[in-house]
């Protein structure tokens, strides 16, 4: 493809006027390429956008920077000795990848014709993203659905105060606390966020726990003795107050991650291959069974009988917690397992699917709609919806 048929087709799928056909030649044509041209054909797609309005320009130079980031990112991975190896040969995976992150991230055609000859689903069956919502089950075993209760105190556990604040987080206050007794020890509270939803929790210790969708934690209603142990199921980003003299214990399939003070996330969704915990800040220990690992921030520990540790970009880890999808080499079984899960969809499969992998960011907030047709801007795959229900097909 010379320069000038790039060109008319950049400017043809800025407007949304290319065909299927010419989306699949530019995508070949891409593939084809040397590493070293991938990237020139990056710095010219930023100098494409010079001449779109101000605003445009500038958050397309932004997304100009997360794509080379991305593909920086890759290269690394690609070289280390402990990183599990994409399927896909490299120069084949990064000419994919930019030309998954090229389409996924144009916000022109997102925002000013998302409605023409779009394939996933008309106007009138919209799915909406998830938001906080959670429920509360007390030591008694009542139930408390937080995303209606109002703001202020929702109970009072052995003198331990339970608060919605106003911008929807739930912390409890132990500060009045006055004894160390084996009633309040056995006392455990569990928060439950269901698909489509999430939110935010500071334990009495001052632990703060963010929940991602389809989780759990359980944990006492306050902390005794000399450990702090809780039950995690799903996903959640701990960043854990110091407490050297009482070790903080997170137990998740069957495996446990121990902690003095560090900030880390844990991914044990039952559906998943294994559980992944990745440290941002600090140092944990992974034990499972007879087996244990320290890993370091920049470390990811994955738990599937044995422990595997690999250097990975931790951040990525938790892109949900500031409101987005981020796809890092993930198939798409993978990301649609995220997709149903925030939500609340279920998926189905037709015919041969594609194992390429996918990278890119795909804000959170952004309807169903949205997210599919990014994925399936790229030709790899396409979508459609009945009701509740999401159909890929190749």
Partial sequence: MDEIARNNFLKKFSENRHTEQEHKLFIKWLESLPDEEVEILLEQYGDFFKDLPDQESANHSELLA??????????????????????????????????????????????????????????TNKIIPGGNKAILTLANGSQIVLESA??????NQQNIIVNKTADGKLVYDASQKQQDNAELQSGYNTISTPNGGQY??????????????????????????????????????????????????????????????????????????????????????????????????????????????????????????NGNFNFSHENIETIMRKVARWYNVSVQYQGAITNEGFVGTVPRSENITEVLNALEL????????????VIVMP
């Fill in 200 to 321: 935010q929790v500071v334990l009495p210790d001052g632990t703060r726990v963010w929940l991602n969708a389809a989780s759990s934690l359980k944990f006492p209603v306050a902390f005794t003795g000399k450990e702090r142990n809780v039950e995690l199921s799903g996903e959640g980003y701990f960043e854990v107050a110091k407490n050297r003299a009482m070790p903080f214990r997170v137990t998740v399939n069957h495996s446990t991650v121990e902690v003095l003070g560090t900030h880390f996330n844990i991914m044990g969704y039952a559906d998943e291959k294994s559980t992944n915990t990745t440290l941002l800040e600090g140092s944990v220990k992974i034990i499972s069974g007879n087996n244990q690992k320290l890993i370091v921030p920049g470390e990811q520990a994955r738990v599937n009988g044995a422990i595997e540790v690999a250097k990975v970009n931790a951040a990525q880890a938790v892109e949900w917690k």
């Fill in 150 to 155: 109002k703001k202020g105190v929702l109970a």
């Fill in 378 to 389: 790229t030709g790899l795959v396409h979508f459609k919806i009945i009701e509740r229900r």
């Fill in 66 to 123: 997360k794509i080379e980031a991305q593909i920086d990112a890759a290269e690394t991975e690609d070289a280390s000795d402990h990183i599990i190896r994409p399927k896909t040969p490299f120069k084949k995976l990064i000419a994919v990848a930019a030309a998954i992150l090229l389409l996924i991230t144009i916000g022109i055609v997102f925002r000013n014709n998302l409605i023409k000859e779009q394939t996933i689903a008309n106007n």
